[in-house]
């Protein structure tokens, strides 16, 4: 099956620590994006990325640090010094240039205590 | 600004009615726009999309209308059932070549038994 899965659907961290999200995607898309949603509230930008090895900041991306060394994958970090990490977090990918439709994984919901 | 936004953050509807789901947005340079569905817990899932050259488009008991003289857009659901109850998004590109999506904040769908 061709999708985009995002691992794992619930995470716990302690403040102070850094997490990271994966994100894999098998639908040959070139762009993959990070999003952040909070309860109540659409979805914001963190970082994208249109081609292996290049990714650009979005709308939010102070605290948060991504890669891009494969085309199918699109880890996305949240560092200590992000400071309200509490939040669910979206992968999503699309065919740039092709079709602005993005696809989106199911989430993972992070809890920082 | 470049916003998206929507005009009731609710909405309930009884089932088999008709739903009609708006959505402002701000930018006159906004060329294309998706409406996306997002059940509780999961992922935003791609409803329909329109571009900016067009005033209508139909899917599957779903239309979006786009209304550019008063920067508007809507979503009508034909026949609601049970599974329509969710958050709906809608999101626009501005720009051609720009694969960043802005998002609007959701209008929850609730369809009455």
């Known amino acids: 099956d061709g999708g985009i899965t995002q691992s794992p659907k619930y995470l716990f961290r302690k403040e102070g620590q850094n997490v990271t999200l994966s994100c894999e995607q098998n639908?040959?898309?070139?762009?993959m994006y990070w999003y952040r949603q909070d309860p109540g509230q659409g979805l914001r930008l963190i970082y994208y990325s249109q081609i292996v090895n290049d990714f650009q900041k979005g709308d939010i991306a102070e605290g948060y640090s991504v890669s891009r060394e494969k085309k199918e994958s699109f880890p996305l970090t949240v560092t200590s010094a992000q400071k309200n990490p509490t939040a669910f977090y979206l992968c999503a990918s699309s065919l740039a240039g092709v079709s602005y439709e993005q696809y989106f994984g199911p989430g993972t919901r992070l809890t920082v205590t | 600004g470049e916003s998206v936004g929507l005009h009731l953050p609710t909405l309930s509807v009884q089932e088999g009615d008709n739903s009609i789901i708006n959505c402002a947005y701000s930018n006159s340079a906004s060329d294309y726009f998706i409406w996306y569905k997002q059940e509780s817990g999961k992922g935003p899932q791609f409803i329909i999309d329109?571009?900016?050259?067009?005033d209508k488009r139909q899917g599957q008991r779903v239309t979006v209308l786009l209304n550019k003289t008063v920067k508007h857009l809507s979503l009508q659901i034909a026949a609601t059932q049970p599974g329509d109850s969710a958050v709906y998004f809608c999101a626009e590109i501005v720009g051609f070549g720009n694969e960043k999506l802005t998002f609007g904040t959701g209008t929850r769908l609730t369809i009455i038994p």
């Open positions: 639908l040959n898309h070139d762009a």
């Open positions: 329109i571009r900016s050259n067009m």
